[in-house]
């Protein structure tokens, strides 16, 4: 063992938490056969998953073709997404059981039931019809967190077409490049939406979005903010006005297994955002497939709550389709974790009863900070089961979510997947895995992981780059319009396997502990940024030369931005101009928590900017060798800074 292994084996945390019997009694899984099933032949496994959890109305007719990089999964076979989503549960009877339980910011209510939901998405599927979109059309959202944006999405994929959600926390900048990377046809938006107290505009950034747009011919617009809006004639419709006389019913149409569900935009290591692209009958496999046995889902008396945004991939994957497809009831929340006050969550619990609750670690570890005293003025007995995603979770805020949120007596399930996964990879079986705070324990049935060194050489015990090694249902496949990428970035690394750009630990146990990004992606409150994105947005001020960023450890919110910036000769530009100016390129989640002026980025003596450098001064660590070093004064300059500079809030 060398020095450094020998101090990983020391830092592992050591405490363990097997499922209580108490909930093992009642959980879907309490052994591990399912595992044995997987391993034995997962095509054959994930078929009876697809088979039981979802209605075809055509068999498939191989399950899985193969060729590296190109899978289709169920070939042959038809389904209607929506169909699964809806339909069936309203014709067996549910149709008066809640799908959503809908809390705006401002304390409004409503009550979405099944047949409501169908009812409205077929409505709004004979909208896009009236638009005329298409089977095969790309759609763009751009919503709010409202029932309408589940409703514009089941509605797309009731007809064939796919969309395209860009979180509303993006630019227009960001907006106008997803619309003409996809060459969406159509825009869906709001007015506004609820956050902190005030109401953010959206149709006025999706307006700037539009001066440069030339594929979208129509824009709906959902009122919810009440805000001032201009409306284009012929070009910009009021969602409530094409729905009032929109046709009732609109059938769902049969469509292939790999009928293209949806593209989702995400950072990847340079400065273009990559469109994943997802598929129908697979993605719904293992949505579903995962929804219902990592969160132990008992649909009838469940009541399900995943605090994402519909924006991201977690939305997509377990507000909309994995909870949808399984019948759950839910809770969707519109806004902020502290509006009117701290405890906002915990009363929204209490309130509807919630029974999972489903997070990140951010905001774990904000609720922390807030303090357990929040949580105690609620009644939470409610909640059985404790969920946590986007990036790793330490074993501190792991305790308090266990102790605080779940009472000692909830099973914490940490899920690790990507965008490109499309559902949960790896995470325990909560009534079948013994937990140990801060690891994500084991791959699922059907999924096949493998840790390597950097030859690609099997790693046992230790530190490796995380592999997945055979295809599994909800995979991308591909990046929107550039498939040589999508082999280049995802199978060229390791030949034979997926490299999930993350670095991971094995322990005595054969436990996994995820270890974070080991390439050019930041992951800022479980929000994939890439430096080079906030480089070339910094560059692009003119009053900068030269921007090197680099993801710095923050306590809060895992990574936290640290740029250093060289401006050109003569020119003066506050450091809060340039963050806006970050803001106003990618959206206000990629500001810099801190910028630095330098007058010299710290180079190898082949110009590389060294970044590995960058993060040890962002993170006040020992700089060790800087012999490769152009000009070593650059550093204990900056050293010197960022000792003197504490970074803002
Ligand atoms: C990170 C979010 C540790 C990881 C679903 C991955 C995690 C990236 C975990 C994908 C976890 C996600 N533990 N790290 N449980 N979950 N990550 O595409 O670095 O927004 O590669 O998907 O988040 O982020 P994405």
Request: aromatic share 10%; proline share 6%.
């Amino acid at each position: 063992m060398t020095d450094a292994q020998a101090i990983d084996a020391l830092g592992w945390e050591r405490r363990t938490f097997p499922p209580s019997e108490a909930f093992k009694q009642n959980a879907l899984v309490s052994d591990t056969s399912m595992y044995d099933d997987g391993a034995a032949d997962y095509e054959g496994f994930w078929a009876r998953q697809a088979a039981d959890l979802l209605t075809w109305s055509k068999d498939w007719t191989t399950t899985c073709d193969w060729k590296l990089p190109a899978a289709q999964w169920f070939v042959g076979g038809e389904l209607n997404v929506s169909y699964n989503c809806l339909d069936r549960h309203v014709l067996a009877g549910r149709g008066d059981k809640v799908a959503f339980h809908f809390e705006g910011e401002p304390g409004d209510t409503r009550t979405i039931t099944y047949a409501d939901l169908l009812d409205e998405t077929q409505r709004f599927a004979n909208v896009l019809k009236s638009l005329g979109i298409v089977k095969g059309d790309r759609v763009n959202i751009y919503m709010p967190m409202i029932p309408e944006a589940a409703i514009a999405m089941l509605a797309c994929a009731r007809i064939g077409a796919a969309h395209s959600v860009v979180f509303g926390g993006f630019s227009a900048l960001s907006l106008t490049d997803r619309i003409n990377d996809a060459e969406a046809k159509l825009l869906i938006t709001a007015d506004g939406g609820w956050r902190r107290g005030e109401v953010f505009p959206l149709k006025q950034t999706a307006d700037e979005a539009l001066l440069h747009t030339p594929t979208i011919t129509d824009v709906v617009v959902v009122r919810r903010g009440g805000n001032e809006v201009s409306m284009q004639d012929g070009r910009d419709h009021w969602y409530h006005e094409l729905m009032a006389t929109a046709d009732p019913v609109c059938p769902a149409e049969p469509m292939d297994s790999e009928q293209l569900l949806f593209l989702l935009y995400t950072s990847g290591t340079t400065g273009r955002p990559k469109g994943i692209m997802h598929t129908s009958g697979g993605y719904l496999t293992q949505v579903a497939f995962t929804h219902k046995y990592v969160f132990d889902l008992h649909p009838e008396t469940d009541v399900f709550w995943c605090t994402a945004d519909v924006g991201w991939i977690t939305g997509h994957s377990y507000i909309v389709y994995g909870p949808l497809a399984n019948g759950a009831t839910q809770v969707m929340y519109e806004g902020v974790p502290n509006f009117p006050g701290n405890d906002r969550m915990w009363q929204i619990i209490e309130k509807y009863g919630v029974t999972i609750f489903y997070t990140a670690p951010t905001a774990i570890r904000t609720f922390m900070k807030w303090g357990a005293q929040e949580p105690a003025k609620h009644d939470l007995s409610s909640v059985r089961l404790l969920g946590s995603v986007g990036e790793p979770i330490n074993p501190e805020a792991w305790m308090w979510y266990q102790e605080h949120i779940g009472g000692g007596r909830c099973p914490v399930v940490d899920t690790w997947w990507q965008t490109e996964t499309g559902a949960i990879m790896i995470s325990p079986l909560p009534g079948a895995t013994t937990t140990k705070p801060g690891s994500a324990t084991f791959a699922l049935p059907g999924i096949g992981t493998e840790l390597v060194d950097e030859n690609g050489e099997h790693v046992e015990h230790g530190g490796g780059y995380l592999t997945l090694t055979q295809p599994w249902p909800a995979m991308l496949r591909g990046i929107w319009g550039d498939p040589e990428r999508y082999h280049e970035t995802y199978w060229t690394r390791f030949p034979g396997r997926y490299f999930a750009g993350d670095g991971a630990k094995l322990d005595d146990d054969g436990y996994l502990w995820l270890l974070g990004r080991v390439d050019d992606v930041m992951n800022v409150s479980g929000h994939r940024i890439s430096t080079t994105e906030v480089e070339s947005a910094l560059v692009s001020h003119p009053a900068v030369a030269e921007a090197a960023v680099v993801g710095a450890n923050d306590p809060t919110t895992g990574q936290a931005i640290i740029a250093y910036v060289t401006l050109r000769g003569g020119a003066e530009v506050d450091e809060q101009v340039l963050r806006n100016h970050v803001g106003t390129e990618i959206g206000s989640i990629a500001k810099p928590k801190a910028i630095y002026f330098t007058p010299d980025l710290p180079k190898t003596r082949s110009g590389k900017i060294m970044r590995r450098l960058l993060r040890d001064v962002a993170e006040g660590r020992n700089l060790g060798d800087t012999t490769t070093l152009a000009d070593a004064s650059v550093v204990s300059e900056l050293q010197r800074r960022a000792s003197e500079v504490p970074p803002e809030d």
